[in-house]
């Protein structure tokens, strides 16, 4: 029988990580940023109707179910921590964040956590951090995570307080956003909200930034306010467009048919059929991704 893994046989996941909560949406979610490969992978564990962990510095990733499974009973993320915590073989080497959906929540960092590490909870959130440029990185997790706005950005904006603040001392090189919502997955199916990860790349927070705007333009549909009409030179520039992508756009004084039928085409092939309307008006945020991709 092979042994279980322990400190000094696995690399540390030293990063920094904040697990929040909007109560008047019921979301619930975890943002985290390392210099490690893939960090989504390890750090973040998060369900509807029960809460966010993260579990971190030599992470034990079985705190990650087993945490949700005692968050679903009703315990309290202090009372889960204390629990985790003493079933585990090597407590000091371990670091975690917790909040449920009413806005509890709790932190702990053991004594072994590579300095600078520590963590503050409050009301709606949990932020942590270790082999960190000095406390100011957490400061900076719990200020981006108070601004205004949906839980994403709040989340986003905490990282990227964190690492103006100095961030993780070996730099940067993953990140990862989950968000769980009930029904809030793709087709209303399961409650993955958001899940993007970015495992590999020089600036990951920014490239994280812009894949949580892909996101919302593919999966996100038309506000009121973003609904142009086709016609005049809006009609002509889409037609100029769709032309310059491979398209064959009529060529008649309104929005014709077959103008129509190749917008729809476009639609489809690039996945904003949320987007897609029978009416003579083009969604505004589709309008300026087919004018940076003709651009390109």
Same mark, same amino acid.
């Given at each position: 029988?092979?042994?279980?893994?322990?400190?000094?046989?696995?690399?540390?996941?030293?990063?920094?990580?904040?697990?929040?909560?909007?109560?008047?949406?019921?979301?619930?979610?975890?943002?985290?940023?390392?210099?490690?490969?893939?960090?989504?992978?390890?750090?973040?564990?998060?369900?509807?109707?029960?809460?966010?962990?993260?579990?971190?510095?030599?992470?034990?990733?079985?705190? %990650?179910?087993?945490?949700?499974?005692?968050?679903?009973?009703?315990?309290?993320?202090?009372?889960?921590?204390?629990?985790?915590?003493?079933?585990?073989?090597?407590?000091?080497?371990?670091?975690?964040?917790?909040?449920?959906?009413? %806005?509890?929540?709790?932190?702990?960092? %053991?004594?072994?956590?590579?300095?600078?590490?520590?963590?503050?909870?409050?009301?709606?959130?949990?932020?942590?951090?270790?082999?960190?440029?000095?406390?100011?990185?957490?400061? %900076?997790?719990?200020?981006?995570?108070?601004?205004?706005?949906?839980?994403?950005?709040?989340?986003?904006?905490?990282?990227?307080?964190?690492?103006?603040?100095?961030?993780?001392?070996?730099?940067?090189?993953?990140?990862?956003?989950?968000?769980?919502?009930?029904?809030?997955?793709?087709?209303?199916?399961?409650?993955?909200?958001?899940?993007?990860?970015?495992?590999?790349?020089?600036?990951?927070?920014?490239?994280?930034?812009?894949?949580?705007? *892909?996101?919302?333009?593919?999966?996100?549909?038309?506000?009121?306010?973003?609904?142009?009409?086709?016609?005049?030179?809006?009609?002509?520039?889409?037609?100029? *467009?769709?032309?310059?992508?491979?398209?064959?756009?009529?060529?008649?004084?309104?929005?014709?048919?077959?103008?129509?039928?190749? *917008?729809?085409?476009?639609?489809?092939?690039?996945?904003?059929?949320?987007?897609?309307?029978?009416?003579?008006?083009?969604?505004?945020?589709?309008?300026?991704?087919?004018?940076?991709?003709?651009?390109?």
């Amino acid at each position: 029988m092979s042994k279980c893994p322990q400190r000094g046989e696995l690399p540390a996941v030293a990063t920094f990580s904040i697990v929040g909560c909007d109560m008047e949406t019921g979301e619930v979610g975890v943002a985290v940023q390392s210099k490690f490969l893939a960090v989504g992978s390890v750090v973040p564990w998060v369900q509807s109707g029960a809460g966010a962990i993260a579990t971190q510095s030599w992470a034990n990733t079985s705190y %990650g179910p087993k945490g949700l499974e005692l968050l679903r009973s009703g315990m309290h993320p202090q009372a889960v921590i204390d629990k985790l915590v003493a079933d585990d073989p090597d407590p000091d080497a371990r670091q975690i964040g917790i909040v449920d959906m009413s %806005g509890r929540s709790a932190t702990y960092t %053991g004594k072994a956590c590579f300095d600078y590490a520590g963590g503050v909870a409050g009301p709606g959130f949990a932020a942590q951090g270790n082999f960190l440029a000095s406390s100011a990185v957490v400061n %900076g997790l719990v200020k981006g995570f108070q601004t205004e706005g949906v839980l994403a950005d709040r989340l986003l904006s905490a990282l990227k307080l964190a690492q103006a603040a100095g961030g993780d001392r070996r730099g940067m090189q993953s990140a990862a956003l989950y968000i769980a919502k009930v029904s809030g997955g793709y087709g209303g199916f399961n409650d993955r909200l958001v899940d993007l990860r970015v495992d590999e790349h020089t600036s990951p927070i920014d490239e994280l930034t812009r894949l949580l705007h *892909l996101q919302r333009l593919y999966f996100g549909r038309t506000a009121e306010g973003d609904r142009i009409p086709l016609r005049g030179d809006t009609l002509s520039e889409v037609r100029d *467009l769709l032309s310059t992508l491979g398209y064959h756009p009529g060529t008649g004084s309104g929005y014709d048919d077959e103008t129509k039928k190749e *917008l729809q085409e476009y639609f489809l092939t690039e996945n904003f059929d949320d987007r897609w309307t029978e009416e003579s008006t083009i969604d505004r945020m589709v309008l300026e991704f087919m004018r940076n991709q003709a651009k390109a």
